[in-house]
């Protein structure tokens, strides 16, 4: 597809303290897009609880970076054999290759942390996460599409797509293949219009991000049946990928977590 949508010469008498080009890449352009989106929504869903702009900020460079560390960990964690033996492949990989789930895990842990240092009621926040995650996360696949990455595996169906371009991160290219960031953003907006359509009908705080939570590991769980990129791993002898047991274990905790908060009668 379009992994750099394009790439600016920088004059020569900067090229001493900037490199000679300087490339805007899909991926990074969707992922500031959808957060800039995100913050505008948590903007307006949060005024009830006094946040203002520069606090609300603070709470999403916090999520960012916790984001980019989860999300990066999990990356290495996929195929640590390769990184233990040649460390100097650990730096070349930083800038591409994320783990959702990875981001997920290590972002709600801050999300929570900061709130109660700032005294804000935590689980209404959370349903408000349900609103704006679906959406960062579908502009961050469709970054996904445009770079190449997280694709499908090779597809006979009209639905197939090819990536082409040499600096594609499509380990498949020039053959049909699963579009499978789509079949996730899909995913993603099906989760955003369950939660619009519950967020007045909900019984319990929390209740629309346990929802969004266990929509996705659903989701997620049948996208990997589509997916090729087999370097991600898998559990079992196979049976099963990385991120379809983490689901698994998300959509189990929900449910526990589930029945302890619905006892709770009084909405925040």
Known sequence: MFPKLVTIPIPEFLQGFLPAHISLHSYGLMIA??????????????????????????????????SFVGGKLFFYLEDIGKYLEDPSLIRKALGGGFVFYGSLIFAVPTIVFWLRRQKIPVRPFLDIVAIFGPIVHSFGRVGCFLAGCCHGKICNSWIGVTFSDPNSLATIKNQPLYPT????IAVNIIILVTVLFLQNKKKFDGQLFLIYLMMYGVGRSIVEMYRGDDA?????????????????????????????????????
Request: overall charge positive.
């Open 181 to 184: 960031q789509l079949f996730d």
């Open 33 to 66: 897009l959808g957060v800039l989106i995100s913050f505008y929504i948590a903007l307006k869903k949060t005024k009830q609880y006094g946040m203002t702009s520069d606090t609300l900020s603070s709470l999403f460079i916090w999520v960012i970076v916790a």
């Open 232 to 268: 991600r791993g898998f559990l079992f002898g196979g049976a099963v990928s990385h991120s379809q047991f983490i689901a698994i274990c998300i959509i189990l905790i929900s449910l526990v977590v589930w029945r302890k908060w619905s006892k709770d009668k009084v909405l925040n």
